[in-house]
């Protein structure tokens, strides 16, 4: 049964309600293919790092791979490389992968040292649903995520049965849920995780939003058929969408901050230990709350308290 089935006034677009379930399934056969031929580089022990560590599966260039289209998290390891890691006598190659399955894969088989892409909500659905193994080390940066809208002004004088655009997986759905629950648009039932919320879980829903569901950085193409949507503002800075459009920016709540993850069987490989060092250098939070960079501003904030 589809998250969407019992609530009225829910509708789906693109890879919406009925079709998560296949998504996930899709998600694991795919992840099968892909963990064969990472399996297969690491078998005949290519490894393409910069220089030699004794005792480590990694060299001195540290290859971390990001989602391919956030300009932002390229700006970020970006920056670690120019000004945090040659402390620590070691590089940062940033590898752009739009495909999470195959990114997520490459990092668990000691491909890439790490990945940014996700929080641990998106983690534990991945680990979950395909096997593979991958640890979080800890939380180096929040992204923003916002209400946008180009049919109303603001956020506080909502139609009634306004249409709300909202990411499609389980994980960026119950984020978005979440923002319209802190900010009083709607209630959960009692007892619900916010982090795991569907629209099953709302108890009240004083407004009759209704809710369509849109394909992951889909958010600024949806704009003109819907009300609202929720998604990361870096979707929308990357395709110029006016800052004017942008209607409510809660905090991101500290659940969903972007994670520095690795392959459960490098935890304690000694390369990693220098790769903590770098990502949570206090220098680093201190640069995402000051800088003025346009690729990040806005769109990467520093690690939230809660």
Same mark, same amino acid.
């Given at each position: 049964m589809s998250l969407t089935d019992n609530l009225p006034g829910v509708e789906d677009l693109d890879l919406g309600g009925r079709n998560r379930k296949k998504l996930i399934v899709a998600i694991a056969a795919t992840i099968a293919v892909i963990a064969a031929?990472?399996?297969?580089?690491a078998f005949l022990g290519k490894d393409d790092s910069k220089g030699s560590v004794k005792g480590s599966h990694f060299g001195t260039e540290f290859q971390i791979a990001?989602?391919? +289209? +956030?300009?932002?998290?390229?700006?970020?390891?970006?920056?670690?490389?120019?000004?945090?890691?040659?402390?620590?006598?070691?590089?940062?190659?940033?590898? @752009?992968?739009?495909?999470?399955? $195959?990114? *997520?894969?490459?990092?668990?088989?000691g491909q890439y040292i790490a990945n940014i892409y996700q929080h641990s909500h998106w983690l534990k659905q991945?680990?979950? +649903?395909?096997?593979?193994?991958?640890? /979080?080390? @800890?939380?180096?940066? $929040?992204?923003?995520?916002?209400?946008?809208?180009? $049919?109303?002004? *603001?956020?506080?004088?909502?139609?009634?049965?306004?249409?709300? /655009?909202?990411?499609?997986?389980?994980?960026?759905?119950? $984020? /978005?849920?979440?923002?319209?629950e802190r900010n009083g648009t709607i209630t959960f039932k009692p007892g619900v995780d916010p982090g795991e919320a569907t629209v099953d879980d709302i108890a009240a829903n004083p407004h009759h939003l209704k809710f369509q569901f849109i394909a992951y950085g889909s958010g600024p193409r949806a704009?003109?058929?819907?009300?609202?949507v929720i998604d990361y503002n870096m979707s929308f800075v990357d395709a110029g969408t006016p800052d004017s459009e942008r209607v409510l920016a809660p905090a991101a709540p500290l659940d969903f901050a972007g994670q520095l993850v690795v392959g459960t069987k490098y935890v304690d490989d000694p390369q990693v230990a220098v790769l903590k060092k770098i990502f949570f250098d206090p220098k680093v939070q201190t640069y995402l709350k000051t800088n003025t960079e346009k690729a990040l501003q806005g769109q990467l904030a520093p690690v939230s308290a809660n």
């Open positions: 031929g990472v399996g297969l580089w990001y989602q391919a +289209s +956030s300009a932002s998290e390229q700006a970020f390891l970006e920056y670690l490389d120019r000004e945090i890691a040659p402390s620590y006598g070691v590089t940062i190659k940033p590898v @752009g992968i739009e495909d999470g399955n $195959q990114l *997520d894969a490459a990092t668990a088989n991945v680990t979950s +649903s395909t096997g593979l193994e991958l640890t /979080a080390l @800890g939380p180096v940066f $929040q992204w923003a995520y916002s209400v946008y809208s180009a $049919q109303h002004k *603001d956020f506080t004088s909502i139609p009634d049965g306004a249409t709300v /655009a909202l990411l499609n997986d389980p994980a960026n759905t119950a $984020q /978005a849920l979440w923002i319209l704009l003109p058929s819907v009300d609202y």
